[in-house]
């Protein structure tokens, strides 16, 4: 009885370090994120490096690193095969700093596709029916978000049918 009873708690402290390990994980990784996602507005907002034709190759250069930290995050993001809820807040969030900078370093085509798959999920979460009503407006906000700068990116490329498509659907929000 004993042993049983031991092995058990020592399963218990187990399973209580492995949650808390996973909670931690989780908070790095919003720690992460943020601080790349602040150093991206920095940089692209930066009025100097904008306007500068001299430091636009530094512009570029910086806007690079969080282009292969979003991408490689996307990556992983995608590899999960039974995401939750909050991790395909992730991959949304992910794929739409992604589009954002694709469109900031002038890959229009690449961040047309990539506001196409943010748009996908959140259609793949509103199907699902995620929990809470401002849950449901999150969601419906952020993919109307997408089809927005979606059809603002569709007007840089002189794609007038798709960009009309976009704004229609960014004003439907559903």
Known sequence: MTESREAREESDRQRARAELEQRHAHENEVLAVGA???FQR???ESRELKSSAELAGLRKDLLGKPLAFYRKLREQLLA???PTVENLKMLREATTQLAALE???GDTEA???LYASAINVCDRVLS???PG???QLDWRLAKAESHRVRGWAFNKVNRLEAELAEFDAADRKS
């Open 36 to 38: 790349v996602a602040e």
């Open 42 to 44: 920095s940089v692209s």
């Open 80 to 82: 999960d095969e039974a």
């Open 103 to 105: 469109l900031d370093v």
């Open 111 to 113: 961040a047309i596709e």
């Open 128 to 130: 699902q029916g995620p």
């Open 133 to 135: 009503e401002q849950d």
